[in-house]
């Protein structure tokens, strides 16, 4: 059940548990607008600017930050069979946990299945990939992808 944003976005429907029961749900359309422009930055900055939606994603967009940063600075944890807090994560000393939060970085999300490579250099590599085939080859390559 588990959706990336890209694929909410791209199909317009969201997965949900909904009183015990797994349902989908279609998204608003000023989302579903976003379609295709997730990995390109200039688009994005665009269709939030149409949909007058800046200063909102960007408070999102620090919530969501700042969740990040507590969880990559916080000792990970886990309760015994007692009830204990047990520490679980090598960060347990708060110098290395500042060294975490002073090195904390954010970076776009990446489509699952690519590697974190942008569309480009996605592109770059099918590219040297095709120089070193034949046209006879490239057909192939072609057509199968058609199927």
């Known amino acids: ?3 990336s944003m890209y694929e909410i976005i791209e199909i317009g429907k969201i997965e949900v548990n909904h009183n015990g029961e797994d349902k989908e749900f279609d998204i608003p359309e000023w989302l579903k607008a976003a379609a295709g422009k ?3 930055e200039e688009e994005l900055l665009n ?3 149409e949909y007058e939606i ?3 994603l960007i408070h999102a967009g620090i919530a969501d930050t700042i969740i990040g940063l507590r969880a990559a600075i916080r000792p990970a944890g886990k309760k015994d069979k007692d009830g204990n807090m047990v ?3 090598l960060i347990i000393d708060a110098e290395k946990a500042q060294i975490r939060a002073d090195e904390f970085v954010i970076k776009p999300k990446t489509r699952p299945g690519t590697g974190g ?3 480009e250099q996605r592109q770059a590599e099918a590219l040297k990939l095709l120089a070193g085939l ?3 080859q490239i057909a192939e390559v ?3 992808a058609q199927r």
Do not use: F, G, R, Y
Request: aromatic content about 4%.
């Open 1 to 3: 059940m588990a959706q």
């Open 47 to 49: 269709w939030a600017k």
């Open 54 to 56: 800046i200063h909102a």
């Open 142 to 144: 072609l057509l199968k």
């Open 87 to 89: 520490v679980t994560s």
């Open 134 to 136: 034949t046209p006879a």
């Open 38 to 40: 997730l990995e390109n």
């Open 117 to 119: 490579k942008t569309p």
